[in-house]
């Protein structure tokens, strides 16, 4: 009786000590939080995918998505820690570490990029028969522009700003998703998205409405945005909204993965070996095709700040060389 009581101790005792062993492995996990976007954007779905996968391959690591204004707002979460990790566009990000984001003076230096993630073209919608053909033709109307400190609004206001435009419009802060919405119930007569293509929120509107694209790559050309501004020009291909949709250019930003310049260089090394894996990329595309364009050959082109010491020791061991001012 005496020895059995022994090992009932011992066996209690064994079972307290793995408890608390498993309690502080579990304590040992890095948390961090990705700050993704408004309802119904690819960051969102970016943000999503990445939170589900790494932690399913890495026991060490529990990641939540969070909601965002977008670009502007993660440049600055991310700078300042509350946000470790967020999707930031390559000018916003420049921008904000130069100190030169809209009425904000402030430099964002804690936020370093990872790697490349998309393109994120300017689409500007109308209605087919809304008589507007360029930029300058939305004087006096509303225009949903995006999410109040999102990408989408930061660069409308700089674009149309830059056409002498903005001051004579009625900008409407709008996600994508309710930007389609009012749209659809005749509530503005134009919604702006800077997203890769095609967008679900246009094909959600065009589905009850007849749309167009406006060129807006042509104005961008003709008043000297690009000598202003490091965007891109680029070409939506026909046919991306419809049979009968002409091709349309534009001018795009790159998207990247950021992180904190405090998150621990291990850290941002492991997660980018598994999201840059042949098996990440392929379940980043699974979430969206937009994702496609991650890979190792695109790596960190565009980048417009440093990039984290945790990215450039992945970088380097990829075969890239980083010019030393982006380290």
């Not at 990029?113 to 109308?126: D, H, M, N, S, T």
């Not at 702006?192 to 065009?206: H, K, M, Y």
């Not at 098996?279 to 991650?294: C, E, I, L, N, P």
Request: glycine residues 10%; proline residues 4%.
């Amino acid at each position: 009786m005496k020895k059995f009581l022994i090992l009932s101790l011992l066996l209690v005792v064994t079972i307290s000590m793995a408890a608390v062993s498993g309690d502080a492995q579990a304590a040992k996990k890095f948390k961090a939080k990705i700050g993704g976007g408004p309802t119904g954007g690819t960051f969102n779905t970016f943000a999503n995918a990445m939170a589900v996968y790494v932690p399913k391959n890495m026991d060490d690591i529990k990641l939540s998505a969070v909601g965002s204004g977008g670009s502007v707002e993660n440049v600055k979460r991310v700078s300042s820690g509350e946000s470790n990790f967020g999707l930031c566009y390559a000018v916003d990000s420049a921008l904000g570490r130069g100190g030169k984001l809209p009425k904000d003076d402030k430099q964002y230096e804690g936020t370093m990029a990872l790697g490349f993630l998309y393109g994120a073209p300017a689409q500007l919608v109308v209605r087919a028969d809304s008589g507007i053909n360029t930029a300058k033709d939305l004087i006096g109307k509303r225009v949903a522009v995006g999410n109040a400190g999102s990408g989408a609004s930061a660069s409308a206001e700089r674009f149309f700003r830059h056409l002498g435009v903005w001051e004579n419009f009625k900008p409407q802060f709008l996600g994508y998703s309710a930007a389609a919405s009012a749209f659809k119930d005749g509530k503005i007569d134009a919604f702006w998205v800077l997203v890769g293509f095609p967008n679900r929120s246009i094909i959600e509107a065009s589905v009850q409405v007849d749309i167009r694209l406006i060129d807006v790559g042509a104005d961008a050309a003709q008043f000297g945005f690009y000598d202003a501004y490091a965007y891109i020009p680029v070409t939506i291909p026909a046919g991306t909204y419809g049979d009968d949709m002409p091709a349309c250019s534009t001018f795009q930003d790159a998207t990247f993965l950021c992180a904190n310049n405090e998150v621990p260089t291990d850290v941002v090394y492991n997660i980018m070996s598994t999201l840059w894996s042949e098996d990440g990329m392929a379940a980043m595309v699974s979430a969206k095709k937009t994702f496609k364009t991650m890979t190792l050959e695109n790596a960190f082109d565009g980048a417009s700040i440093p990039l984290h010491p945790g990215a450039v020791k992945f970088w380097e061991e990829q075969g890239k060389s980083v010019p030393a001012n982006l380290k």
